[in-house]
């Protein structure tokens, strides 16, 4: 079971931003693998007819199941904080329940009718959490615990460019269809595009587009994304590391139906005897982009500490492009490892963290520890400077070596 404490829920979240979705935004981060052995018999198609053929579904309503299992190869620390992989009592807030998709299998319930009406349910037995998009209202329910987290939020569903609404789609990124629309948009000049075959999916036909980045330096080895073949829908998104070994990521549909959902499937009425909690409207959060490299590391228990405490507010710049970018974060504030190190009065988690650092490297730039993932790598450097994205140690030190 996930902690319930404040500093873990801020672990929690900087798993996911950075070993996932932060560094997506930047890079593209999510890799899929099929084998081609038995796949259907297809016509051809280049991979800009499948792109186009993605681009061009207008598939609004579906339902269905999917798996997505997560093996980022976390360190110790975040691996516990994330309680394990399994679905926690304690908070209907989505970021927590969301963060856990970066650690283990899950199986999800899927719904969707348009850009006003999303289910996200996970099951873990008998206990489930639901995250529900209808109209204006978001609704987060833990059975577990019978707790309801609400946000009302006239803007959903409209966005800035008359779009989904961007807060409300990254909470419901565990759909296969999501992941690959992220990978899709962020792929550009860096990116090697290809069929790869076909497959099936859930039960259906589908190609397969395959993603290489071009560059040298990336933990990314491949992205490869089952389209179906009649509607275009992306049904399997996996990724794969540089390394080899299994996928870091694999998500898909195993059952799906595009047919309109029920409209009571977006329903929700507030269990008896339920506590709520009132979330923040997302006109008043955060900018995002690069910021938020910042913001999910100052919350990770240590970077925290570095950064002059929670509060502290970093320099953020992007080096770089594509699949190796690597955010370069100046906490400012002149702290160093070292000092964290001899620090009597530095809090358990700030010297469990520094526990969980990899080998020391060094380099022009000084002298620096690695945190590492099979996906995500970071260099904190003693002077208090951390360098992160999708991109192996050596490209870290590089980077902190011509930026020091």
Do not use: C
Request: cysteine-free; aromatic content about 4%; charged content about 25%.
């Amino acid at each position: 079971m996930a902690p319930n404490t404040k500093t873990s829920r801020k672990a929690a979240r900087y798993a996911v931003p950075v070993a996932v979705a932060g560094v997506a935004a930047a890079t593209v981060a999510m890799v899929p693998a099929f084998a081609n052995a038995g796949g259907p018999d297809l016509p051809k198609v280049t991979a800009q007819q499948l792109i186009e053929k993605v681009a061009a579904s207008d598939v609004q309503q579906l339902s269905g199941t999917a798996r997505i299992t997560t093996d980022l190869g976390l360190p110790k620390i975040a691996s516990g904080l994330l309680g394990g992989g399994g679905v926690a009592g304690g908070s209907a807030n989505p970021e927590d329940k969301v963060a856990q998709l970066a650690n283990g299998s899950h199986t999800l319930r899927v719904a969707a009718d348009g850009p006003d009406r999303q289910r996200l349910t996970f099951l873990d037995g008998k206990d489930e959490y639901s995250l529900i998009h209808n109209g204006d209202d978001v609704w987060g329910y833990d059975s577990k615990s019978n707790e309801v987290f609400h946000e009302k939020n006239a803007e959903a569903g409209k966005g800035k460019d008359g779009g989904k609404d961007h807060k409300t789609g990254d909470r419901l990124a565990a759909s296969p269809q999501k992941l690959a629309e992220e990978i899709l948009a962020a792929a550009g000049p860096t990116t090697d595009v290809s069929v790869g075959g076909t497959a099936q999916v859930a039960g259906r036909d589908a190609y397969q587009l395959v993603l290489k980045p071009k560059q040298s330096g990336s933990t990314v080895g491949s992205v490869q994304i089952a389209v179906d073949a009649k509607n275009g829908v992306p049904l399997r998104v996996q990724l794969l590391s540089a390394q080899g070994g299994k996928p870091i990521v694999d998500a898909g549909f195993t059952k799906v139906d595009f047919a309109k959902p029920a409209a009571d499937t977006f329903a929700f009425t507030v269990p008896k005897g339920a506590k709520v909690t009132e979330g923040v409207d997302g006109a008043d959060k955060g900018k995002g982009g690069a910021d938020e490299h910042w913001k999910a590391l100052e919350s990770f228990p240590g970077l925290g500490d570095l950064a002059g405490g929670a509060g502290g507010k970093g320099d953020v710049k992007v080096l770089g492009e594509g699949w190796s970018t690597i955010a370069r974060i100046d906490s400012g504030e002149g702290r160093s490892l070292k000092d964290l190190e001899n620090d009597k009065n530095a809090p358990k988690e700030a010297k469990q963290f520094l526990d969980s650092l990899g080998d020391k490297v060094n380099g022009k730039f000084g002298e620096g520890r690695v945190l590492s993932t099979r996906l995500v790598n970071a260099l904190i450097t003693d002077d208090g400077k951390v360098y992160v994205g999708a991109v192996t140690k050596d490209a870290l030190v590089k980077a902190a070596d011509a930026n020091k």
